[in-house]
């Protein structure tokens, strides 16, 4: 008997062993699922910030070249790079579209913003196309290049080359803008858009891919809506649609 009682409280002991054990592992793995919680709250808080700042006229301020009236109430802004072939058949097929239906009647806004990711010769793209933007020439010479685009690192936009190309701008003053290019004016300018655009900075969008739309109010930069690629009319048209709903302006 006495043997047997030994056996029943070895049993009970390692029971309440396992119990414990089972207990700890419960514990355990709720206390797992608290930095899924925290990641959560960071998420946000990184979402928070990467839409600060994102007003027009901070944007305007800030020389991004825009389209359209700067009191339109939503803003479209496009991070693009002059190379990239996805990008030009945004422009050539979608962006007139969103020009003559949202732009010209004063309810949209488009803002560039650089992204040039394609290739070695795109920072040199963009730094050309922002010194056009100097003489309010942007959108002739941002065309200009899309129309001419060819094979990626060809030469086709070689220093030499953009500077041809932008003595096709009518009433540019090529000298005024081969000193500003020459001297990389706006070189900086280019590298704030990118480190918003694809640093993994907690203020960046960690875009890959061009071209890539945020689409906000103009007001604030609130309410953000991101587009990734070349999206056709119907899907800006959605996106800016129920916006102008939202802000009271008829579609």
Request: with cysteine; glycine share 4%; hydrophobic share 35%.
């Amino acid at each position: 008997m006495l043997q047997e009682h030994r056996h029943q409280k070895c049993w009970q002991l390692k029971a309440t062993q396992i119990l414990l054990y089972v207990s700890i592992i419960a514990i355990i793995s709720s206390i797992s699922f608290l930095p899924d919680v925290n990641n959560n709250y960071i998420y946000a808080s990184k979402q928070q910030k990467q839409y600060l700042n994102l007003s027009l006229q901070t944007l305007i301020h800030q020389g991004s070249p825009y389209l359209g009236d700067p009191s339109a109430p939503i803003t479209i802004i496009d991070f693009s790079d002059f190379q990239c072939y996805l990008c030009a058949r945004y422009v050539k097929t979608t962006e007139p579209l969103i020009n003559q239906t949202y732009i010209q009647t004063g309810k949209v806004a488009l803002v560039f913003k650089h992204l040039p990711n394609r290739g070695f010769d795109s920072m040199g793209a963009s730094i050309a196309a922002q010194c056009t933007n100097d003489q309010g020439k942007f959108w002739q010479f941002h065309n200009l290049l899309y129309e001419n685009q060819k094979t990626i690192d060809s030469g086709w936009v070689s220093n030499e080359n953009l500077k041809k190309l932008a003595a096709k701008v009518p009433g540019l003053d090529i000298d005024r803008f081969n000193l500003c290019f020459d001297t990389q004016k706006y070189k900086s300018l280019v590298e704030n858009d990118i480190a918003l655009g694809s640093s993994s900075s907690s203020s960046s969008f960690e875009f890959q891919d061009t071209p890539s739309f945020v689409i906000v109010n103009s007001k604030d930069g609130s309410n953000p809506e991101i587009l990734k690629g070349a999206h056709p009319f119907p899907s800006f048209k959605a996106i800016i649609d129920k916006k102008l709903e939202a802000t009271g302006v008829q579609k």
